[in-house]
């Protein structure tokens, strides 16, 4: 299947979500997409595999940039602001996307299907992004704890800045894991304390 992201790809995911915001994730069909969209079934099938990797199809671009930003991160940087350094350079592909992405969450919100296959895509992004934390070096379990964090803290900003544009993403992702680090700040003396 392409994966090239040309424009009947694009009319395709813009078809979908209107059609599932209208009427219902279940309600929707195939043929349904591909006549909203201008092209045939067939052409449908050429480019997703069914009808809810239609709304997930941009998922391999952001893994591949969020992976790539990783690796292009400063070598002195530790786990977290590597992910930090990774989320701030892919801020602009989210932005983006923000015109679909506030109904794609309501269409989501909607379907317990499509919940879970948003849950599995997230999952497969954050075991991407602790390999490339392995990759700088990063060992287990470090690496996985830090990808987990950092992917919470990432989903965390994106709601948050649907729903309060004034603040751009980037702004929000660094008052995110400013937090972070105020949050794990006192560890060290909770940590040193001994149990009574």
């Given amino acids: 299947m392409p994966r090239d992201g040309g424009p009947a790809r694009l009319r395709l995911r813009q078809a979908a979500l209107e059609l599932y915001d209208e009427r219902g994730f279940d309600q929707v069909t195939t ?12 052409t449908f099938y050429r480019h997703f595999a069914d009808k809810r990797e239609v709304l997930f199809g941009g998922e391999t671009n952001l893994r591949d940039l969020l992976v790539a930003g990783v690796a292009d991160a400063p070598r002195d940087l530790a786990p ?22 506030e109904p794609l969450q309501r269409v989501i919100a909607a379907t317990p299907a499509l919940r879970e296959r948003a849950h ?4 497969i992004l954050t ?11 990063t060992p287990e379990p470090m690496a996985s704890l830090a990808a987990r964090i950092g992917m919470a803290a990432f989903s965390h900003v994106g709601a948050t800045w649907l729903h309060h544009p004034d603040k751009s993403l980037d702004e929000q992702l660094r008052d995110a894991f400013e937090n972070i680090h105020a949050l794990a700040e006192p560890l060290a003396t909770a940590l040193a304390t001994p149990l009574q």
């Fill in 120 to 123: 599995t895509k997230s999952a």
């Fill in 31 to 42: 043929a349904e997409i591909a006549a909203r969209a201008g092209v045939t079934e067939r």
């Fill in 80 to 101: 977290l602001p590597a992910l930090l350094w990774a989320f701030r350079t892919s801020a602009p592909l989210v932005q983006a996307n923000r015109g679909q992405t």
């Fill in 127 to 137: 075991e991407a992004l602790a390999a490339a934390l392995r990759d700088r070096g």
